[in-house]
Nanobody, 115 residues
Framework: QIQPVESGGALVQSGGSLRLSCYVSGNIFSFYEMGWYRQVPGKERELVARITSDGDINYDDSVKDRFTISRDNAKNNLYLQMDRLKPEDTAVYYC?????????WGQGTQVTVSS
């Protein structure tokens, strides 16, 4: 089963920036809408940003105007530029398809924002 590989998480101060990356193997990445999800212990995983194969984008209100999602279909990569980070952005971040069947969930990448 294909599992995305997320990277780029780190410990950062409030107001800082990070860029997350996600690589998905195979030759079908470009066909599907992809999204960035995040999860904190004890809560359900939530979708925070999504991008269609054509580049249409939507954000959750909690990250709008601070996060930017993008993709490079030639490299099977999905990105999340995170600016003006807040402590409440602390979570494990994952990437996956948005609709239909999902890839296996990867390990995720930990983002910790200190106040």
């Amino acid at each position: 089963q294909i599992q995305p590989v997320e990277s780029g998480g780190a410990l950062v101060q409030s107001g800082g920036s990070l860029r997350l990356s996600c690589y998905v193997s195979g030759n079908i990445f470009s066909f599907y809408e992809m999204g960035w999800y995040r999860q904190v212990p004890g809560k359900e995983r939530e979708l925070v940003a999504r991008i269609t194969s054509d580049g249409d984008i939507n954000y959750d209100d909690s990250v709008k105007d601070r996060f930017t999602i993008s993709r490079d279909n030639a490299k099977n990569n999905l990105y999340l530029q995170m600016d003006r980070l807040k402590p409440e952005d602390t979570a494990v971040y994952y990437c996956n398809r948005v609709t239909g069947w999902k890839y296996g969930w990867g390990q995720g990448t930990q983002v910790t924002v200190s106040s």
